[in-house]
């Protein structure tokens, strides 16, 4: 199993980004996929949610109207649109699946909101 993501970066507050995270070693499109992040000095939590089909999502609170999450099966990618981005958003954000008995991680990417 193998998660990739990219797309992070330093931006100013109020505005986008789209993170993606590509996958491999696995059958993508029959497994749930995940969103977390971790701040400095805080435990990981949990962004966003996407089951195998597409077809429902679910949010952490302080993201929820902001982010979307999305997938796309033929390309065994997932992605996490970031809108109006706050500073409190900072943290290197990680895309994880449970396969195989055990939950599997990226190597994360980091996202710096700061003017």
């Known amino acids: 199993v193998q998660l990739v993501e990219s797309g992070g970066g330093l931006v100013q507050p109020g505005v986008s980004l789209r993170l993606s995270c590509a996958a491999s ?20 939590e949990l962004v966003a949610a996407i089951t195998s089909g597409g077809d429902s999502t679910n949010y952490g609170e302080s993201v929820k109207g902001r982010f979307t999450i ?10 996490l649109q970031m809108n109006s981005l706050k500073p409190e ?6 895309c994880t699946v449970y396969v195989g008995r055990a939950r599997k991680w990226g190597q994360g990417t980091q996202v710096t909101v700061s003017s």
């Not at 999305?70 to 992605?79: C, F, G, I, L």
């Not at 958003?89 to 990680?94: C, I, N």
Request: hydrophobic share 25%.
């Open 89 to 94: 958003d900072t943290a290197v954000y990680y």
């Open 25 to 44: 070693g696995f059958t993508f499109s029959s497994y749930p996929m995940s969103w977390y992040r971790q701040a400095p000095g805080k435990e990981r």
């Open 70 to 79: 999305s997938r796309d099966n033929a390309k065994n990618t997932v992605y």
